[in-house]
């Protein structure tokens, strides 16, 4: 099992930044990904940013320019900067990791954090 504690979401107005912080702990495959998905209301969700364990990082066309997603040398925490916030930022902001364990897959995400940023 892992777990998946999120942190840094709140009020933000437009044109600021923030960062958003998720600590995994638990069964942690050296092989895995993780990363940010949002879901505003009334939206499905959708993917932000991933990193792997070696570093790539994928970052959605909507934040790109805007984010930053980034690991600590233990790579158990995963950042995500964001700068220039847009109200059509809003929304619960989720952490996920996906385990890789040979063939099987193990995929998990956080409570979610909210992201208000007004104008």
């Known amino acids: 099992q892992v777990q998946l504690v999120e942190s840094g979401g709140g009020l933000v107005q437009a044109g600021g930044s923030l960062r958003l912080s998720c600590a995994a702990s638990g069964s942690i495959a050296s092989t895995n990904v993780m990363g940010w998905y949002r879901q505003a209301p009334g939206k499905q969700r959708e993917l932000v940013a991933t990193?792997?364990?070696?570093?790539?990082?994928n970052i959605a066309d909507s934040v790109k320019g805007r984010c930053t997603i980034s690991r600590d040398n233990a790579k158990t925490t995963v950042y995500l900067d964001l700068i220039s916030l847009k109200p059509e930022d809003t929304a619960v902001y989720y952490c996920?990791?996906?385990?890789?364990?040979?063939?099987?897959?193990?995929?998990?995400w956080g409570q979610g954090t909210q992201v208000t940023v007004f104008s």
């Open positions: 996920n990791q996906v385990n890789s364990w040979g063939y099987s897959r193990q995929n998990y």
């Open positions: 990193i792997t364990s070696g570093g790539i990082t």
